[in-house]
């Protein structure tokens, strides 16, 4: 078990590739270069095939590798191929494929571990790379840092004989569609629904129309001709003022918009009114704790808004915060014993359905819930959202080391005194640039404008 070894003793290295979902950039530089996915197939391959579940008894490990729908994943695809192969790892191509359809199936077929190629919610310029383990989970911090510890070592290629192999499953997106399926009750159907689906033309574009219409909806759906460049431009879960345009269009009775790579949801009723992750996920957690099959509380990140707490006080839910991040939210959910979580990006995590955030999962989650209880979407979402508002700063030096500067802690406890218990004040560095983002919540937008607007001055004059 050579990957313990590695991971135990690399516990306290600094990542310098994965960040908190992957390895992600522009395509084209470093890291996404084919040069850099080589090595990264080669020392992935090495490590995750050592894992538990990694290789069965007289069989080789397999890795399953599914993109989005990029023009940019031809290329990373056959470069990430090329390094796990060259570590004497099988591997199985499934195409364009949701990145929960990749956890999924990795875990179904019982792989060594599964990786998508995407960057999620960005533009087709970006690219990145994702992995899951053998059980269908995000890896753990301690196997990225023993891939990236694998990567500066020499690329040696093993023998000709002991070369991996490609193949590829002609029937993944059937399997996955099957298992969407599964996850809504047997005793309701969708038949009399008109939904309106936004594909993002992502990788969900050839899922989530056969998953809704299957289930009986009359499905109209828009962002599913992706060209390589189009995936997220002005459609899906970003950007869903063509979600909301095409509901009031054909009079649909509501509208589901996913990302780029199937695992963020927003929705929409049947006016075109928008609900982010937050309200999505409350009408999950509302239904399941009518129905008495809440196991614990709901888990949410720093970003959530506090409207979504008090609404789950007062059905008697727990609620707790993660970092930001759908890992950390899966995390915490795992170490309390809970299974509902999510982000207000539309991030939103049913454990007791699949090991990971999965958008259509969840959609068809809320849609159970709204048939149960006979009731529509603006009567399920029985609170308003606070408003929120978010600057960034740039600062010099640590951008960590100004969160404890005297005037940025008086002014944040100056504001904090003034919204009491109405209103909440975020700070926190970002993990990429030298920012620090300032978030301030409360129920009048233009008081805490000036609020936001007070502390980020405050953090200016100290980091001058």
């Not at 989530?208 to 009359?218: K, S």
């Not at 802690?409 to 504001?415: F, G, R, S, Y």
């Amino acid at each position: 078990m050579a990957a313990k070894k590695n991971t135990q003793s690399l516990l306290t290295t600094t990542r310098r590739y994965f960040g908190t979902d992957g390895v992600r950039g522009r395509v084209g530089t470093s890291p996404i270069t084919p040069e850099f996915m080589t090595r990264l197939g080669y020392a992935a391959g090495r490590i995750l095939a050592q894992g538990p579940g990694g290789q069965r008894s007289g069989e080789r490990a397999t890795i399953l590798i599914g993109k989005d729908t990029r023009a940019s994943g031809y290329m990373l695809e056959s470069a990430l191929q090329a390094g796990i192969l060259s570590a004497g790892v099988d591997v199985l191509l499934v195409g364009p494929m949701p990145t929960p359809g990749v956890a999924y199936l990795t875990k179904a077929l019982r792989l060594s571990a599964g990786v998508v190629i995407s960057a999620s919610h960005n533009a087709h310029e970006d690219n990145g790379i994702k992995f899951f383990s053998a059980n269908g989970t995000k890896l753990s911090d301690a196997h990225e840092v023993a891939i990236e510890h694998a990567m500066d070592q020499s690329l040696r290629c093993v023998t000709s004989k002991l070369i991996g192999r490609a193949r590829r499953l002609q029937d993944a997106a059937g399997r996955y569609i099957e298992f969407c399926k599964s996850t809504f009750s047997t005793d309701l159907n969708l038949r009399g629904l008109r939904i309106v689906v936004d594909c993002a033309h992502g990788a969900a574009y050839h899922i989530a129309p056969h998953v809704l219409h299957e289930l009986g909806a009359e499905v109209i759906s828009i962002g599913v001709n992706p060209d390589g460049f189009n995936i997220n431009h002005q459609v899906g879960a970003t950007s869903p003022a063509a979600l909301q345009k095409a509901v009031k269009l054909h009079r649909a009775d509501l509208g589901i918009a996913l990302d780029g790579d199937g695992d963020r949801l927003v929705m929409v009723d049947h006016q075109g009114k928008l609900y982010d992750g937050d309200q999505l996920l409350y009408v999950i957690a509302a239904e399941r704790k009518r129905q008495r099959r809440l196991k614990g509380g709901i888990v949410g990140t720093l970003m959530s808004n506090l409207a979504l707490e008090q609404a789950l006080q007062s059905q008697k839910i727990p609620f707790a915060r993660a970092k930001v991040g759908d890992r950390y939210v899966i995390e915490m959910l795992n170490n309390r014993g809970w299974q509902i979580g999510g982000e207000n990006s539309g991030h939103i995590v049913c454990l007791d359905q699949h090991s990971t955030g999965d958008a259509m999962i969840s959609a068809l989650q809320v849609l159970q819930a709204l048939l149960s209880r006979q009731t529509t979407l603006a009567s399920a979402v029985d609170f308003d959202l606070y408003p929120q508002v978010l600057l960034n700063v740039k600062v010099s030096g640590s951008a960590a080391a100004m969160l404890t500067a005297a005037p940025v802690l008086k002014a944040v406890a100056k504001v904090e005194r003034a919204l009491k218990q109405s209103g909440r004040v975020l700070l926190r560095p970002s993990g990429t640039e030298p920012l620090i983002r300032v978030m301030v919540e409360g129920p009048r937008l233009s008081r805490i404008r000036d609020f936001a607007g007070q502390i980020a001055e405050a953090v200016q004059k100290a980091a001058a």
